[in-house]
């Protein structure tokens, strides 16, 4: 069976620091890993994702996440945190026919 | 247009209402989604659609009924709702055939629904 776990439901860094949302899979197929994005009463948008190749993926307003399969970890990073990033942030992992979304990370920035 | 449209953005009904959510996508592709999206509580996927044929469908209370007339459009009719059914209800779209979402989902803006 395959699930995603994000640790921590809630976080907080100040404006200019490193953001790191965690994201742990299980799966027992090669997975395909993604990170959405959802600002208040919005959808959800993609940040970026992960399918073959290089394990370091970047994607839109400067994120990135590592494909550790060791881990079997996913985790989400920014070097610099904006006050635009406050938002809600999701983990998921297709795998085989089945599409799993974490529960969810809220992201604060303080200024 | 592009991406993927819903409408309304929001909607009040009382529990007696009939009424419906549209979804449409332009992107071509070939499965579209129906989830829920309850404060503090994982997204819920309801209902699945391949090529405009149910693939899923995960328990959803019969008082939501979907409707997928072409692989563009996608229908929620609702009736009778409970005040527990207030929610954001997201509509998606995916490349690849239904469950086999490896591009990912492309996710309308949702409808905000509160039942009175």
């Known amino acids: 069976a395959q699930s995603v776990t994000q640790l921590g439901s809630h976080v907080s860094v100040s404006e200019g620091a490193l953001v790191l949302l965690r994201c742990n899979y299980s799966s027992s197929v090669p997975p395909y890993l993604f990170w959405y994005v959802q600002y208040p009463n919005q959808g959800l948008q993609l940040l970026l994702k992960?399918?073959?190749?290089?394990?370091l993926v970047k994607g839109i307003n400067g994120f990135e996440a590592e494909f550790k399969k060791s881990e079997t970890s996913f985790h989400l990073t920014k070097p610099s945190a904006h006050m635009s990033d406050a938002a809600e942030y999701f983990c998921?992992?297709?795998?085989?026919?089945?599409?799993?979304f974490g529960t969810g990370t809220s992201l604060t920035v303080i200024p | 247009e592009t991406g993927v449209t819903q409408t309304p953005r929001h909607l009040v009904m009382g529990m007696t209402n009939k009424k419906s959510l549209k979804c449409e996508q332009h992107l071509g592709h070939n499965a579209m989604y129906w989830y829920k999206q309850s404060a503090k509580k994982p997204l819920e996927l309801m209902f699945v659609?391949?090529?405009?044929?149910?693939?899923e469908n995960n328990s959803v209370p019969s008082r939501f009924s979907p409707e997928c007339p072409n692989s563009s459009h996608l229908f929620l009719h609702l009736h009778t709702l409970q005040p527990e059914d207030s929610a954001l209800y997201l509509c998606?779209?995916?490349?690849?055939?239904?469950?086999?979402?490896?591009?990912?989902?492309?996710f309308g803006s949702g409808t905000r629904l509160t039942v009175v």
């Open positions: 998606a779209s995916s490349q690849d055939r239904a469950g086999f979402a490896n591009y990912g989902y492309t």
């Open positions: 998921a992992v297709s795998a085989g026919n089945q599409f799993y």
């Open positions: 992960y399918t073959t190749g290089a394990t």
């Open positions: 659609y391949s090529l405009e044929e149910r693939v």
